[in-house]
T-cell receptor, first 111, second 116 residues
Framework: AQRVTQPEKLLSVFKGAPVELKCNYSYSGSPELFWYVQYSRQRLQLLLR??SRESIKGFTADLNKGETSFHLKKPFAQEEDSAMYYC?????????????FGEGTQLTVNP | DAGVTQSPTHLIKTRGQQVTLRCSPKSGHDTVSWYQQALGQGPQFIFQYYEEEERQRGNFPDRFSGHQFPNYSSELNVNALLLGDSALYLC???????????????FGPGTRLLVL
């Protein structure tokens, strides 16, 4: 069965410091991975997806199939990056698709 | 475009009651998925509706049922409510592209259900 693990529930860094949010997955098929973010009092929104290989708000994430990881990184954290971050694995079948989420990491960027 | 909308925003019920939650997808989307997010947890997939049929289902009991209407909007029904059903219920919409499968899911603000 598929599973997504985010080992850190809480992560605190100072403004300007690098940040890395870890995500590991288990899935026997070809994975499609996402990072979603939820800012305070806002809805869950897509941050980035691995197949687009783009950088959003300075964040990047590389899929490492050997280590089954999809860690989210930013070289210089900003206070506005404080939010809840969820890693998600998309399971696509001919009948439909579903997202399997990790439990999330609450990132706090201190001034 | 208002994006995905859900109603109501909050709901309080007592054990044993039944509840109906509603979702309107993002303009241009034809598929609706429902997720349950308990406090401190990530969202868990309940089921997905496309072409007015349940296409996939997560590990939830039959007390959870749904419906999709011709205008692509959807309802989630929960019967015989338990205290453990208290959670944020999220609706997500996406578009079926044919051979490309389903595109990225976009989420609504959620309905917070409290069962007393």
């Amino acid at each position: 069965a598929q599973r997504v693990t985010q080992p850190e529930k809480l992560l605190s860094v100072f403004k300007g410091a690098p940040v890395e949010l870890k995500c590991n997955y288990s899935y026997s098929g070809s994975p499609e991975l996402f990072w979603y973010v939820q800012y305070s009092r806002q809805r869950l929104q897509l941050l980035l997806r691995h197949i687009s290989r783009e950088s959003i708000k300075g964040f990047t994430a590389d899929l490492n199939k050997g280590e089954t990881s999809f860690h989210l990184k930013k070289p210089f954290a900003q206070e506005e990056d404080s939010a809840m971050y969820y890693c998600a694995l998309s399971i696509r079948e001919t009948s439909g698709s579903r997202l399997t989420f990790g439990e999330g990491t609450q990132l706090t960027v201190n001034p | 475009d208002a994006g995905v909308t859900q109603s109501p925003t909050h709901l309080i019920k007592t054990r044993g009651q039944q509840v109906t939650l509603r979702c309107s997808p993002k303009s241009g989307h034809d598929t609706v998925s429902w997720y349950q997010q308990a406090l401190g947890q990530g969202p868990q997939f309940i089921f997905q509706y496309y072409e007015e049929e349940e296409r996939q289902r997560g590990n939830f009991p039959d007390r959870f049922s749904g419906h999709q209407f011709p205008n692509y909007s959807s309802e989630l029904n929960v019967n015989a409510l338990l205290l453990g059903d208290s959670a944020l219920y999220l609706c997500a919409s996406s578009l079926f592209t044919g051979t490309g499968g389903w595109e990225t899911q976009y989420f609504g603000p959620g309905t917070r259900l409290l069962v007393l």
